[in-house]
C-alpha cells in the first residue's frame, strides 16, 4: 500500500512540532510572589545636612533637609534652629514653599527678623527689661524700646545650637541642643535646653521643649515661623480664614505690654471662634488694633480638663486649599499677622514682604509673665524640667 504522507510532509510536521516545543520553552517562568515590603521600603522619609554658611567668627553652619513619605520638605539650620523652607502640598497634590525667609545664610546673620527661628529663653516681650525673682531684680537689655523682646540682643535665635538628626520608621527629625550660660543675656542659671523637630509621614510638624537649670529662672521657648500658605511671597495672608479656639485675650497698653487684664474677645476684633477672614479683623477702627498697627495680642487659649495638647487655631487658604492646624500643650497664642514688614528684607521669593505678608501663631506663656503675678508662672527652679510641645499639621479641604 502506498504511503499517503510524502517525505516533505513529514519534515514539515517535524518543523511545526519543534517549533511548538521551542515556543513553550521560550515562555518564562511566572515569578514568584514578592515579600511584603520592609518598613525601610514602605517610608520615603529621608533627612541630609549641607552646609549652609559660615559666622563672621568663623563658626560653620550646616543646613538640614528633612523630607516624609508624602514628599513634605522642611528645611532647618543649627543657626538658631530656623526654618528656611516648608513645603506642603495644596489641593491639586503641587509642593509649595509656605514660609517666609530670606535669600541667603548671611542675610539671616546681618538682618535677622525672628523668621523660623526658636525664641528664647524668654518668647515675647518682658516689660521694662526687668523683672524680679525671691527679692532679686534681674536688668536684661533693652531691645524694643524700654522693654526686652525675643530674649534680648542675642537670644537664642542668634546662637549655634548642637545638631543630631535622627530617622524613625514614619518620621524624622533633629535635636538641637544648647546651654545658655548663667548671666546670659541678663537672666540667671545655667539653663540646658533641647528643642526636638519631628516630620512626620502625617503631615506633622512639632516641636518638643525641654529645659533644666541650677539656679532659679525664667523660661518661655516658642517657634517664630511666619506662613503664607497661598505660597511664599504670594502676596498678603488678609485673605486667609483663621479660627482661634479662645474665648479671652490680654489686651496691652501703647508698648505692647500686657495691661494685665484678660478679657473676653467678644465685641471686639479678637474674636476668631467663628472662622473669619483676616482682613476682616486688622482693617477696623479699634485702639488695640492700632496700638499693634494689626494683630500683635496674646490668645488665652481653652485649655482641656487633661494634661495634652489642645486645638489652638486652625486656618485655611481658599485659593490652594491648604489647612494648618496648631496643637500645644501652652496656655496662651502669640497671633501676629505681620505688621512691621515693610519692604525692606531680601525675601528668599524675590518679591519684598509688604505688611501682611505673612502671619506667625508662637504658642507660649503669656507675654510679661514675670512681671504679672495673675499669669500663668514661668518659673523654672533646679530639680524642676521644663516640657512643651507644639503640633503644625497640613492637610487639604
Same mark, same amino acid.
Given at each position: 500500500?502506498?504511503?499517503?504522507?510524502?517525505?516533505?510532509?513529514?519534515?514539515?510536521?517535524?518543523?511545526?512540532?519543534?517549533?511548538?516545543?521551542?515556543?513553550?520553552?521560550?515562555?518564562?517562568?511566572?515569578?514568584?510572589?514578592?515579600?511584603?515590603?520592609?518598613?525601610?521600603?514602605?517610608?520615603?522619609?529621608?533627612?541630609?545636612?549641607?552646609?549652609?554658611? +559660615?559666622?563672621?567668627?568663623?563658626?560653620?553652619?550646616?543646613? #538640614?533637609?528633612?523630607?516624609? /513619605?508624602?514628599?513634605?520638605?522642611?528645611?532647618?539650620?543649627?543657626?538658631?534652629?530656623?526654618?528656611?523652607?516648608?513645603?506642603?502640598?495644596?489641593?491639586?497634590?503641587?509642593?509649595?514653599?509656605?514660609?517666609?525667609?530670606?535669600?541667603?545664610?548671611?542675610?539671616?546673620?546681618?538682618?535677622?527678623?525672628?523668621?523660623?527661628?526658636?525664641?528664647?529663653?524668654?518668647?515675647?516681650?518682658?516689660?521694662?527689661?526687668?523683672?524680679?525673682?525671691?527679692?532679686?531684680?534681674?536688668?536684661?537689655?533693652?531691645?524694643?524700646?524700654?522693654? +526686652?523682646?525675643?530674649?534680648?540682643?542675642?537670644? #537664642?535665635?542668634?546662637?549655634?545650637?548642637?545638631?543630631?538628626?535622627?530617622?524613625?520608621?514614619?518620621?524624622?527629625?533633629?535635636?538641637?541642643?544648647?546651654?545658655?550660660?548663667?548671666?546670659?543675656?541678663?537672666?540667671?542659671?545655667?539653663?540646658?535646653?533641647?528643642?526636638?523637630?519631628?516630620?512626620?509621614?502625617?503631615?506633622?510638624?512639632?516641636?518638643?521643649?525641654? /529645659?533644666?537649670?541650677?539656679?532659679?529662672?525664667?523660661?518661655?521657648?516658642?517657634?517664630? /515661623?511666619?506662613?503664607?500658605?497661598?505660597?511664599?511671597?504670594?502676596?498678603?495672608?488678609?485673605?486667609?480664614? #483663621?479660627?482661634?479656639?479662645?474665648?479671652?485675650? +490680654?489686651?496691652?497698653?501703647?508698648?505692647?505690654?500686657?495691661?494685665?487684664?484678660?478679657?473676653?474677645?467678644?465685641?471686639?476684633?479678637?474674636?476668631?471662634?467663628?472662622?473669619?477672614?483676616?482682613?476682616?479683623?486688622?482693617?477696623?477702627?479699634?485702639?488695640?488694633?492700632? #496700638?499693634?498697627?494689626?494683630?500683635?495680642?496674646?490668645?488665652?487659649?481653652?485649655?482641656?480638663?487633661?494634661?495634652?495638647?489642645?486645638?489652638?487655631?486652625?486656618?485655611?487658604?481658599?485659593?490652594?486649599?491648604?489647612?494648618?492646624?496648631?496643637?500645644?500643650?501652652?496656655?496662651?497664642?502669640?497671633?501676629?499677622?505681620?505688621?512691621?514688614?515693610?519692604?525692606?528684607? /531680601?525675601?528668599?521669593?524675590?518679591?519684598?514682604?509688604?505688611?501682611?505678608?505673612?502671619?506667625?501663631?508662637?504658642?507660649?506663656?503669656?507675654?510679661?509673665?514675670?512681671?504679672?503675678?495673675?499669669?500663668?508662672? +514661668?518659673?523654672?527652679?533646679?530639680?524642676?524640667?521644663?516640657?512643651?510641645?507644639?503640633?503644625?499639621?497640613?492637610?487639604?479641604?
Amino acid at each position: 500500500m502506498k504511503n499517503e504522507f510524502s517525505s516533505s510532509t513529514f519534515r514539515w510536521l517535524a518543523c511545526v512540532l519543534l517549533a511548538t516545543a521551542l515556543i513553550g520553552c521560550s515562555k518564562p517562568p511566572p515569578a514568584p510572589p514578592k515579600a511584603p515590603p520592609t518598613p525601610q521600603e514602605k517610608s520615603k522619609n529621608t533627612i541630609s545636612k549641607a552646609a549652609f554658611g +559660615t559666622l563672621p567668627d568663623g563658626t560653620a553652619v550646616d543646613l #538640614f533637609t528633612m523630607v516624609n /513619605a508624602n514628599g513634605m520638605e522642611v528645611r532647618a539650620s543649627n543657626y538658631g534652629g530656623i526654618i528656611t523652607a516648608l513645603l506642603v502640598p495644596d489641593g491639586t497634590g503641587k509642593t509649595t514653599d509656605v514660609t517666609l525667609g530670606l535669600k541667603t545664610f548671611d542675610d539671616y546673620v546681618k538682618n535677622p527678623p525672628y523668621f523660623g527661628a526658636i525664641i528664647g529663653r524668654y518668647g515675647n516681650r518682658i516689660g521694662k527689661a526687668q523683672f524680679k525673682l525671691d527679692g532679686q531684680t534681674y536688668k536684661l537689655p533693652k531691645n524694643d524700646g524700654p522693654n +526686652t523682646l525675643h530674649g534680648g540682643l542675642k537670644g #537664642f535665635d542668634k546662637v549655634v545650637w548642637q545638631a543630631e538628626p535622627f530617622e524613625k520608621e514614619d518620621a524624622v527629625g533633629v535635636i538641637f541642643t544648647y546651654t545658655s550660660k548663667d548671666g546670659e543675656e541678663g537672666f540667671p542659671g545655667n539653663l540646658q535646653t533641647r528643642v526636638t523637630y519631628t516630620l512626620t509621614d502625617q503631615n506633622e510638624l512639632s516641636f518638643d521643649y525641654h /529645659a533644666t537649670t541650677d539656679k532659679p529662672t525664667v523660661v518661655n521657648l516658642t517657634q517664630h /515661623a511666619y506662613f503664607n500658605l497661598a505660597g511664599d511671597g504670594n502676596g498678603d495672608v488678609l485673605g486667609h480664614e #483663621f479660627t482661634i479656639f479662645a474665648n479671652e485675650y +490680654t489686651p496691652v497698653n501703647k508698648l505692647l505690654i500686657p495691661t494685665g487684664k484678660i478679657e473676653s474677645v467678644t465685641d471686639t476684633p479678637f474674636d476668631f471662634r467663628n472662622r473669619v477672614k483676616l482682613g476682616d479683623r486688622v482693617n477696623v477702627d479699634n485702639e488695640q488694633i492700632k #496700638f499693634g498697627k494689626g494683630i500683635d495680642h496674646n490668645f488665652v487659649l481653652k485649655k482641656r480638663q487633661q494634661p495634652g495638647l489642645t486645638l489652638a487655631a486652625r486656618v485655611s487658604e481658599p485659593t490652594t486649599r491648604r489647612v494648618m492646624e496648631v496643637h500645644t500643650t501652652e496656655p496662651g497664642m502669640q497671633f501676629y499677622s505681620g505688621n512691621f514688614l515693610d519692604d525692606s528684607l /531680601a525675601a528668599k521669593s524675590g518679591k519684598p514682604y509688604g505688611k501682611h505678608s505673612g502671619f506667625a501663631l508662637e504658642t507660649q506663656h503669656f507675654p510679661d509673665s514675670p512681671n504679672q503675678p495673675t499669669f500663668p508662672s +514661668t518659673v523654672l527652679r533646679p530639680g524642676e524640667e521644663y516640657n512643651s510641645k507644639t503640633v503644625y499639621s497640613f492637610s487639604v479641604r
